[in-house]
């Protein structure tokens, strides 16, 4: 089945340590997407990639960092430097229209929980 | 930066009854979509209604635009207890970033 993978599901860290969490999509789509959910809230943008072998800071892109060298995937790394860094982080991808000038419809992925001791 | 926020950000409801969620947002888009969250899981997409479209049904989803307002709103009729969910929309800026940003969510309990 065509879909999004993330993993781990759950994660713990010690502080002063980089986790990374892993997206796999089999979808054939172009863009991919980070984003951070804290309790009760809505979703905030990471970093986002339109293509292979580029990427764009979202709205927190402080203390985390990305990779695409490949059109299935999209590693986050959660890093030391990153201050609160317990969240549910949630991937996503999308064939977007650009000649429409449109994102399109976001495929997700059922989230990494990662947790500082 | 938010651009949606929704409204109200709780809502209890009977089964049977209609569930209205209000969303607001500050520049023009592209389009908006709503989507919808089972606790502790991923979003999936309800529907997408474009910037020139003013109301779009899809199942029990009715789905207004008002882009004059920069407002849109989401019904559910005749709701379901399966039907509790967190409902996010989500905006398609204009000239944009090429990413969507989404509002904080009403959270929808829906009473058997």
């Known amino acids: 089945d065509g879909g999004i993978t993330q993993s781990p599901k759950y994660l713990f860290r010690k502080e002063g340590q980089n986790v990374t969490l892993s997206c796999e999509q089999n979808?054939?789509?172009?863009?991919m997407y980070w984003y951070r959910q804290d309790p009760g809230q809505g979703l905030r943008l990471i970093y986002y990639?339109?293509?292979?072998?580029d990427f764009q800071k979202g709205d927190i892109a402080e203390g985390y960092s990305v990779s695409r060298e490949k059109k299935e995937s999209f590693p986050l790394t959660v890093t030391s430097a990153q201050k609160n860094p317990t969240a549910f982080y949630l991937c996503?991808?999308?064939?977007?229209?650009w000649g429409e000038g449109d994102t399109g419809e976001l495929f997700f992925g059922e989230g990494s929980r990662l947790t500082v001791l | 930066s938010q651009q949606g926020e929704e409204d109200p950000q709780a809502l209890s409801i009977q089964e049977g009854e209609n569930a209205t969620m209000n969303c607001s947002y500050k520049?023009?888009?592209?389009?908006l979509q709503w989507y919808r969250q089972n606790s502790g899981r991923g979003l999936v997409h309800l529907i997408l209604?474009?910037?020139?479209?003013r109301e779009k049904h899809s199942g029990r989803l009715r789905v207004t635009l008002d882009t004059s307002k920069k407002s849109s709103s989401l019904l559910i009729t005749a709701s379901r207890a399966a039907d509790t969910a967190s409902y996010f929309c989500?905006?398609?800026?204009?000239?944009?970033?090429?990413?969507?940003?989404f509002g904080s969510g009403t959270r929808l309990q829906v009473q058997p």
């Open positions: 996503a991808s999308s064939s977007p229209e």
């Open positions: 520049t023009s888009i592209n389009n």
């Open positions: 209604i474009r910037s020139n479209e």
């Open positions: 989500a905006t398609d800026p204009r000239p944009g970033r090429r990413a969507l940003t």
């Open positions: 979808l054939n789509h172009d863009a």
């Open positions: 990639s339109q293509i292979v072998n």
